[in-house]
């Protein structure tokens, strides 16, 4: 059994929207005015819900609650919470490849958290007792083993964490069809309209990370309720509220989503309500 002691954990559990863009900065002024205006109250929920998970951090790292259980989990989560945050920032700038790359990386850490829980934290005791964290005498280091880890089954079960993670896998990766839906989409059948460095507002676009930011908020507080003998949820009507009104959000019909179809035995990806302005006529993309 190591002997690694469990320091009083640092958390800075403030959270706030991404500051208004130089002046002049391509595309990502108006992005912010738009974004603000037409989804000012997604992105207040989401960064609500961000200070809500970092209230819970504060109240959860007491003398009593420091245990490896709890280290091992925070730090996971507290990288899920800043590429959330910064997924957020990103929608906000117009940088939606950005966005949905933190959201791929926001969902796999949930994952990874949860798997820690649900483990009791054996497999990072396991890692620590066989020297995940010492001293390399020889090159005069603090070691720190990589350790691969990954979550594979709880991606595979989660309702909402397997789907995000797979869809914004998907997109976020170099295959032609999210190439094209992120940089070159006013592309149609007749040409190819590609674009470079595009931080121009896009109502589908934001609509679909907006949704993915406030169903991953709701799947963190789910992955804290489980484990109340871990996290202390002191406001627990705040989290009820925040959580409905997340619901009502991400199950309106008129927004933009993505739903899973088959095709000729193949999974597809279906593109609903797919705009760039809010008076646009609604279409459908298909990848």
């Avoid at 500051?19 to 989804?39: C, K, N, V």
């Amino acid at each position: 059994m190591s002997e690694h002691r469990v320091s009083p954990p640092r958390v800075t559990p403030g959270a706030t929207r991404a500051p208004r863009p130089p002046a002049g900065s391509e595309g990502s002024t108006d992005a912010h005015r738009q974004t603000g205006f037409l989804l000012g109250a997604e992105c207040d929920l989401v960064l609500h819900g961000l200070e809500l998970e970092g209230a819970i951090a504060a109240a959860s790292t007491g003398a009593k609650s420091r245990t490896q259980l709890l280290a091992a989990s925070l730090g996971l989560w507290s990288r899920a919470w800043l590429a959330r945050l910064d997924a957020l920032h990103a929608v906000e700038w117009g940088n939606y490849v950005a966005a949905i790359a933190l959201v791929r990386a926001a969902a796999d850490y949930q994952a990874s958290m949860l798997y820690v829980l649900r483990d009791g934290g054996a497999e990072w005791q396991a890692w620590l007792d066989s020297g995940g964290v010492s001293l390399a005498a020889d090159v005069h280091a603090t070691e720190f083993r990589l350790h691969a880890f990954r979550a594979a089954e709880v991606l595979a079960a989660h309702e909402t964490l397997g789907p995000v993670y797979r869809v914004a896998t998907d997109l976020s990766l170099s295959h032609f069809g999210s190439t094209l839906l992120t940089a070159g989409n006013e592309s149609g059948p007749d040409r190819v309209l590609m674009t470079f460095g595009d931080r121009d507002f896009h109502f589908g676009l934001a609509e679909i990370c907006l949704g993915w930011l406030a169903v991953l908020g709701d799947a963190m507080f789910g992955a804290l309720e489980e484990f109340p003998a871990v996290f202390t949820l002191s406001d627990a009507a705040a989290l009820g509220a925040w959580r409905r009104q997340t619901a009502a959000i991400a199950g309106a019909s008129g927004r933009c989503r993505i739903e899973i179809v088959e095709r000729d035995g193949e999974k597809r990806y279906l593109v609903h309500n797919w705009r760039r302005e809010p008076r646009s006529a609604p279409r459908r993309l298909l990848l």
